[in-house]
């Protein structure tokens, strides 16, 4: 039998996967700091610099400005300034006003929220743009936009009248069910904490009152190069080129000389189970959440490498158990899953989220926190341990031949993660021989 060209082609691209050659592993060796793949440095006012090219899709570019400013550094009466900044930088600047840089972006097929965005968390605001790069002088003109936006957002009073009422559009359309609940789940993790008391939201009172001079302080308080870093992925000839736009529209600002440290706000522990309970007649359905919170792992060495690997592998196995037990007849809810994930910068969370039937909570509650006990008891079996290390396998091996596909998007998140949470880089082939040699001994 013959085989045709496509059926060749992918068993060539196994085939180099099955012949990656396994890596000795030292648990006590150090992750490489140093992004792999990336231009990566750090300008003498301290704004960090990622340049990467990448030609998926073609003739575009990823860009984004993250900066280490959130809503949990609002005093009381800045509640919401955070977010009001974010809004402000594309409203007006000290060179663009009157949402130019809105208009420019959309006028080369940049639409406002599919290409241009920003978001606002608790610990920091990303600033994100999806560009052209096929004519002269786009990639400059959108780098200069970055720029803008960190140091130069022009906060006054007209400016901010009007974009208040754009922020409180978006704080009343996440009055709703949803978003209620949100915000209690977030309130109930962080109790305790500065945390709980800083929704990124803020609060309507302040949104509808807050002065430009409030913001303005804010703003130029906490908008410091050292806590910021530019990152461009994008379809470039060199990357020294980018480097180079970098440094013309960012080398010639200047931060205070001692910015305020960014401090670290703990959350506290708690012995005793926290629970909260509420009707929201509004809701699509029921839903059981139970969270387990814990300090945030740092990832640094090889054996933190592959204490995630085990924890991914746990949770891949707890979801398996949760889709079974949804397949049976009568179950006890409709879904059931298991994710970790970084809630806020000291503090992570396990969480669990079941969808039931109206009135069925207590039964989905009873049912998971069974199955979970069940796990600590007797954990999993040979057979449940097989299928998951042979889905990871899968996984990182389709990553791995599709290395060449990648997005400038996907790629431009994985370096926000390295700035924001210090999240290693080292590269899908350095990292898909860590998982051939590490995930057939867990």
């Avoid at 960090?48 to 990448?54: D, I, L, T």
């Avoid at 870093?229 to 931060?255: C, M, Y």
Wanted: proline letters at 4%; charged letters at 25%; aromatic letters at 8%.
């Amino acid at each position: 039998m013959e085989l045709i060209a496509g059926e060749v082609s992918q068993i060539t691209k196994k085939q180099r996967f099955r012949s990656l050659k396994l890596v000795s592993v030292d648990l006590d060796e150090v992750l490489v700091e140093q992004p792999y793949g990336v231009d990566y440095g750090r300008l003498h006012n301290g704004l960090s610099y990622y340049v990467r090219r990448n030609c998926k899709p073609r003739m575009r570019a990823a860009l984004a400005l993250a900066v280490k400013v959130g809503s949990v550094l609002e005093e009381e009466d800045e509640r919401g300034v955070a977010h009001i900044v974010e809004h402000l930088a594309f409203s007006a600047t000290k060179k663009y006003t009157n949402h130019d840089i809105v208009k420019f972006l959309e006028s080369v097929g940049a639409e406002f929220g599919a290409c241009q965005n920003a978001v606002t968390s608790a610990d920091d605001t990303v600033y994100e743009l999806f560009v052209p790069v096929d004519k002269p002088g786009l990639l400059s003109q959108a780098i200069s936009i970055l720029a803008e936006f960190s140091t130069e957002v022009r906060v006054s009073k007209d400016d901010l009248e009007k974009e208040r009422g754009a922020v409180m559009e978006e704080y009343r359309g996440n009055r709703n069910a949803t978003g209620r609940m949100q915000d209690a789940h977030w309130v109930l993790m962080t109790e305790g904490s500065k945390y709980a008391e800083r929704l990124p939201i803020g609060l309507e009172k302040v949104i509808r009152t807050v002065s430009s001079e409030t913001v303005k302080s804010f703003y130029q308080k906490w908008y410091h190069l050292h806590n910021m870093a530019v990152i461009a992925i994008g379809d470039f000839p060199d990357t020294e080129s980018v480097v180079d736009l970098i440094k013309t529209h960012f080398g010639q600002k200047n931060s205070a000389t001692d910015p305020p440290v960014i401090p670290i706000v703990p959350v506290p522990s708690h012995q005793e189970p926290h629970f909260s309970s509420f009707i929201e007649s509004e809701a699509a359905g029921s839903a059981v959440m139970i969270s387990y919170k814990m300090a945030v792992n740092e990832l640094k060495t090889v054996k933190e490498y592959k204490e995630m690997l085990t924890e991914s592998m746990f949770l891949h196995a707890l979801n398996q158990r949760f889709f079974k037990i949804s397949r049976r007849k009568d179950p006890p809810y409709f879904s059931c899953s298991a994710t970790a994930d970084d809630l806020v910068r000291p503090l992570k969370a396990c969480i669990i989220s079941a969808a039931c039937k109206e009135r069925g909570t207590l039964e989905a509650l009873e049912s998971v926190l069974i199955e979970v006990a069940r796990v600590r008891l007797h954990g999993f079996s040979e057979r449940e341990v097989a299928v998951v290390r042979a889905l990871l396998m899968s996984e990182i091996e389709s990553a791995y031949l599709e290395r060449d596909q990648m997005q400038s998007t996907s790629l431009r998140d994985e370096l926000l993660q390295h700035f924001l949470c210090n999240e290693p880089v080292i590269g899908i082939e350095h990292e898909a021989r860590l998982q051939k040699t590490i995930l057939p001994r867990e």
